[in-house]
C-alpha cells in the first residue's frame, strides 16, 4: 500500500481530529457518508475559490476520505515530487486527455483500493462547460460517482448522492446538475446552472 497523508497511522488521526475541531470552531458542519465500496470517484464542486481547498482538506479528513489526485507532471520535479506524491498526487501530462483517462481507468482496474478525486470544473473561474473526462473514467472503470460539494450559504460539506454512471452522459449529468442547483460557492457568480452540462 502506498502511505499518503490520508492513511500514514498517527498523522491521519491527528489531522482528522484537527479537521473538526477547526470546522467546528468555523461554524462548518461535515453532511453524509462516503460509499463502503472500495474504489469509486469523487467528484467536488463548485470551485470558486482558492479557500474551497483549505475547506476542502478539512471535509475530507473528517469523512475519512482517502484519495487521490491528479496534477500536472512538472510539480513532481525534485524537491517537491515526493511531496506532492505523499500528498496523493499522481502526475499527468495535461496536453494528452484521452491518455489521462486511459491511464486513469487501468489504475482502478489494477488496485483492489483505489478512490479518485476530482474538481471537474478545472478552474476557480467561471466556464461553460465542465471537463468530462471525470465520466469517462467512471464509465470505463466501472465505478460510481460520488458527489462532494463545499456549500458557503448553510455551511456545509461533504457528501451527496451516489451515482452509477448509466453510460448516457446527457440523462446522469442532468441528475448531477440538479443536486449541485442547491450548492452555492463562495463567489456564486463565478458558476452557473449551464456550466453543468459537459461536452461528451
Known amino acids: 500500500m502506498r502511505y499518503t497523508i490520508f492513511n500514514t497511522p498517527l498523522i491521519k488521526t491527528f489531522l482528522w481530529a484537527l479537521s473538526i475541531i477547526l470546522l467546528k470552531t468555523f461554524g462548518?458542519?461535515?453532511i453524509g457518508h462516503l460509499p463502503a465500496s472500495p474504489k469509486y470517484l469523487i467528484i467536488v464542486a463548485p470551485h470558486t475559490s482558492n479557500w474551497d481547498l483549505f475547506y476542502g482538506i478539512m471535509l475530507a479528513f473528517s469523512l475519512k476520505l482517502d484519495a487521490h489526485f491528479l496534477a500536472k507532471k512538472e510539480l513532481f520535479?525534485?524537491?517537491?515530487?515526493?511531496v506532492i506524491k505523499w500528498l496523493g498526487g499522481i502526475a499527468i501530462d495535461r496536453s494528452s486527455t484521452a491518455n489521462a483517462v486511459d491511464r486513469m481507468i487501468t489504475k482502478f482496474k489494477k488496485n483492489k483500493n483505489f478512490v479518485l478525486a476530482?474538481?471537474?470544473?478545472?478552474t476557480r473561474y467561471k466556464v461553460r462547460y465542465w471537463k468530462s473526462g471525470f465520466y469517462h473514467i467512471a464509465v470505463g472503470a466501472g465505478v460510481p460517482?460520488?458527489?462532494?460539494?463545499?456549500?458557503?450559504a448553510s455551511?456545509?460539506?461533504?457528501a451527496g448522492p451516489l451515482i452509477h454512471p448509466s453510460g448516457d452522459i446527457t440523462g446522469d449529468m442532468e441528475i448531477i446538475r440538479d443536486f449541485y442547483m442547491k450548492i452555492k460557492g463562495k463567489h456564486s457568480e463565478q458558476t452557473?446552472?449551464?456550466?453543468?452540462?459537459t461536452k461528451s
Not at 118 to 122: H, I, S
Not at 155 to 158: A, I, Y
Request: glycine share 16%; proline share 12%; hydrophobic share 40%.
Open 28 to 30: 462548518w458542519k461535515t
Open 77 to 82: 520535479r525534485w524537491p517537491f515530487g515526493p
Open 118 to 122: 476530482l474538481a471537474p470544473e478545472g
Open 145 to 152: 460517482i460520488q458527489i462532494g460539494f463545499i456549500d458557503y
Open 155 to 158: 455551511k456545509t460539506g461533504g
Open 192 to 197: 452557473a446552472p449551464a456550466s453543468i452540462y
